[in-house]
Nanobody, 126 residues
Framework: VQLQASGGGLVQAGGSLRLSCAAS????????MGWFRQTPGKEREFVAR????????YYADSVKGRFTISRDNAKNTAYLQMNSLKPEDTAVYYC????????????????????WGQGTLVTVSS
């Protein structure tokens, strides 16, 4: 699975952005997808995860109620809708695919994911 993230940009606090993650390969519908973010000098941080059908999602506490992860298996694309953005949401955002597709409690760990996109920068100004 090859992943291509897009949709980042500069937005004012309180604004919205939608990130997309386009996947190649015919196995997209069988992998779980995740979004992480990273700022300089810090470890990659879990943001959200979605199961293969889109019926089960997980979120970091810091984004719960503001961000929504979704997917369109017909388009081989996962999304991250980000609303009510805050300056502390500024980061490079990465999409990732977990081909083990399990409901393990370690879903928030970057090491669980097998494939990564190149990252897209989101900057939220105050």
């Amino acid at each position: 699975v090859q992943l291509q993230a897009s949709g980042g940009g500069l937005v004012q606090a309180g604004g919205s952005l939608r990130l997309s993650c386009a996947a190649s390969g015919r196995t997209f519908s069988r992998v779980f997808m995740g979004w992480f973010r990273q700022t300089p000098g810090k470890e990659r941080e879990f943001v959200a995860r979605i199961n293969w059908s889109g019926s089960i999602t997980y979120y970091a506490d810091s984004v719960k109620g503001r961000f929504t992860i979704s997917r369109d298996n017909a388009k081989n694309t996962a999304y991250l809708q980000m609303n009510s953005l805050k300056p502390e949401d500024t980061a490079v955002y990465y999409c990732a695919a977990d081909q083990s597709a399990t409901y393990s409690g370690t879903y928030y760990k970057a090491g669980v994911y097998d494939y990564w996109g190149q990252g897209t920068l989101v900057t939220v100004s105050s």
